[in-house]
Every structure is written in C-alpha cells, then in structure tokens.
C-alpha cells in the first residue's frame, strides 16, 4: 500500500556531496512525518535524521549535525537527505522511513514504514 523508493546512492570521495530522493507513493502521506536511517556492514540500523509532516521541524543525529540535511517536497511526495562533507564513517546502506509520530523515529529509533534502501560508499 504505502511504498518508498530511495534512489541517489553511489560512490564517492571523502569530503564529497551526495543527494539522496525518497519517492512516496501516496500523497496522503504528505501528512506523515519522514525520515533517513541507516546501516553499515555488521552495524545495527541507526537514525540518521527525520522531518515533520508540514517540514517546520528537523532531528538529526549528532554524528551528522553540520553536514546532512534533510528536506521534503510535499506536492511531489519526495523527501531528501542532502550529503555534505561525507566520511568513510557515513559508508553504509540508507534507509527511507515514514510515521504518523516524529517521535518514534527520533527517540524509538523506528517507524511504521520503510524503503529497500541505496547503499553509499564513502571511499578513503
């Protein structure tokens, strides 16, 4: 019913961007809040950043402060994940999510729904 198709994922050089797109398959789901996790090789799956439903409020984690940012465009039920001075440590699959509460990807570190994923790999 509700599907989330994360693209923009590859390959890049420490200190370099990447911009990562999350397409919802719903517009109703304009009223829910999203959100970016991720997981690295033999790692637990981690909350990376989330926003609120009208885009008024953003969360991050702070591993990610200063450098990531995440935005939505409600009319084109997409929400993005903006990479800025990435790192080795940033090298992992990146997960799109969505939830009725902000709250329970912020502080749960879950939600309701969830993309397949696009690995990026963050070269030394």
């Known amino acids: 019913q509700v599907q989330l198709v994360e693209s923009g994922g590859g390959l890049v050089q420490a200190g370099g961007s990447l911009r990562l797109s999350c397409a919802a398959s719903r517009r109703t789901f304009s009223t829910s809040a999203m959100g970016w996790f991720r997981q690295a090789p033999g790692k637990e799956r981690e909350f990376v950043a989330a926003?609120?439903?009208?885009?008024?409020?953003?969360y991050y984690a702070d591993s990610v402060k200063g450098r990531f940012t995440i935005s939505r465009d409600n009319a084109k039920n997409t929400v993005y994940l903006q990479m800025n001075s990435l790192k080795p440590e940033d090298t992992a699959v990146y997960y799109c999510a969505a939830d009725d509460a902000i709250g329970k990807m912020t502080v749960g570190g879950s939600a309701d729904y969830w993309g397949k994923g696009t690995l990026v790999t963050v070269s030394s």
């Open positions: 926003i609120s439903w009208n885009g008024g409020n953003t």
